[in-house]
């Protein structure tokens, strides 16, 4: 009979921590979900990805960590040289 008992107990122990669990993810997805929520509905998420997008853009387009206007305006896109095939002329 005490072996029944204490057999019961662990079953019992064993389903609080299943439904703690449970619990304990509930409450982080909902946490994630409105701090995600949030993040949109002020732009945050915007701003936090548009703003080093500008200086990757320009790092690809003329292989300079500027923004892709002011790498434009200084003359530093790649295939815009000043020299000629010919070389200089002595």
């Known amino acids: 009979m005490n072996k029944l ?3 019961n107990s662990r079953r019992k122990q064993r389903g609080q921590g299943v439904i ?6 509930f409450l982080f997805t909902g946490l ?6 949030g993040l949109k509905d002020k732009g945050i998420l915007g701003k936090l990805v548009s703003g ?5 853009a320009g790092m ?3 292989g300079h960590w500027e923004p892709l206007s ?7 896109l790649p295939h815009q040289r000043a020299t000629s095939r010919e070389g200089d002329s002595l």
């Open 5 to 7: 008992k204490h057999k």
């Open 32 to 37: 994630a979900t409105a701090m995600m929520t």
């Open 70 to 76: 002011t790498a434009r305006a200084s003359g530093k």
């Open 20 to 25: 703690e669990a449970i619990l304990v993810m």
């Open 52 to 56: 080093p997008w500008e200086r990757v």
């Open 60 to 62: 690809m387009a003329t």
